[in-house]
């Protein structure tokens, strides 16, 4: 629905997420405010803040009392997960962050560009991705932060078919750009190798735009900062450049098994 907006969401603890959207009404001028707190992925409560923006008719309609906590259900989960990885904690869902904020995508338009040490500048559309041939992983996401989600099914294409034999011999790194003005840098190994894809389906659906539609880079070992979301850009380039989180002293790799976290 057009009238609902997915605003953050922030893990508590080891099981908690409690989700934050917004209820547009007349026109986006008034809205009501949405918490919803999970535990192991189960909704335990929803709260709504009404503003005095919203007309009475529609509290009337609904018998809804302004800052009142609605509960949905109570339902305990199952035994909790385990995690491996050192210094990692599970997360039953994404944390989404947009550090530069959401960008506007029009599918039409948008393009991802192949460039720099390459021997033919590579340009794809969105369809020209899908008609690819697609690999399937179930493969866990790691955050630097301390937060992982497991078993996450990805679906795409592999960066290393996706470049080909296209690549110049001198290339060391490959430096990701997304519409948002975001940038990682990956070396150009852990780029390729045979886990690393262009993400286009997570969990047997199309990228969210909140997760990355259209596209987003997927490299398993390495950590999420790396996972460019609303890719459109690759330059493959021989020299060492800071992305953005680089650039505020985070490791120039990332490698989640030696916990490379910082320079």
């Known amino acids: 629905m057009d009238n609902i907006e997915f605003m953050e969401n922030e893990l508590i603890g080891d099981k908690y997420i409690v989700y934050k959207y917004r209820i547009y009404l007349k026109h986006r001028k008034a809205y009501i405010g949405v918490r919803v707190i999970t535990k192991n992925n189960t909704i335990i409560s929803t709260a709504f803040t009404i503003g005095k923006e919203v007309p009475n008719d529609v509290l009337n309609a609904n018998n809804l009392n302004r800052?009142?906590?609605?509960?949905?259900?109570?339902?305990?989960?199952?035994?909790?997960?385990?995690?491996?990885?050192?210094?990692?904690?599970?997360?039953?869902?994404?944390?989404?962050?947009?550090?530069?904020?959401?960008?506007?995508?029009?599918?039409?338009?948008?393009?991802?560009?192949?460039?720099?040490?390459?021997?033919?500048?590579?340009?794809y559309t969105y369809d020209e991705l899908m008609g690819m041939?697609?690999?399937?992983?179930?493969?866990d996401f790691h955050c630097v932060t301390g937060w992982s989600v497991k078993?996450?099914?990805?679906?795409?294409?592999?960066?290393?078919?996706?470049?080909?034999?296209?690549?110049?011999?001198?290339?060391?790194?490959a430096y990701v750009y997304?519409?948002?003005?975001?940038?990682?840098?990956?070396?150009?190994?852990?780029?390729?190798?045979?886990?690393?894809?262009?993400?286009?389906?997570?969990?047997?659906?199309?990228?969210?735009?909140?997760?990355?539609?259209?596209?987003?880079?997927?490299?398993?070992?390495l950590y999420g900062w790396k996972s460019v979301k609303w890719v459109c850009r690759i330059e493959l380039t021989?020299?060492?450049?800071?992305?953005?989180?680089?650039?505020?002293?985070?490791?120039p790799r990332g490698d989640v098994r030696l916990e490379e976290r910082f320079k």
């Open 238 to 251: 021989k020299d060492y450049k800071d992305g953005f989180w680089e650039a505020l002293g985070y490791h």
């Open 151 to 173: 078993q996450v099914v990805w679906e795409g294409v592999k960066l290393r078919e996706l470049i080909g034999d296209n690549m110049m011999s001198e290339v060391r790194w």
């Open 133 to 139: 041939r697609h690999v399937r992983l179930v493969r």
């Open 67 to 123: 800052y009142q906590v609605y509960t949905l259900s109570r339902i305990e989960s199952p035994t909790p997960l385990s995690y491996e990885v050192p210094g990692q904690r599970d997360s039953p869902n994404f944390i989404i962050y947009r550090i530069l904020g959401q960008p506007i995508v029009d599918i039409q338009s948008w393009r991802l560009i192949i460039d720099g040490l390459v021997k033919k500048k590579l340009v």
């Open 178 to 221: 997304g519409l948002d003005g975001y940038t990682a840098v990956i070396p150009i190994k852990d780029f390729i190798s045979d886990d690393s894809i262009l993400v286009l389906k997570m969990n047997d659906e199309p990228l969210t735009l909140e997760q990355g539609f259209p596209a987003r880079i997927f490299v398993p070992h």
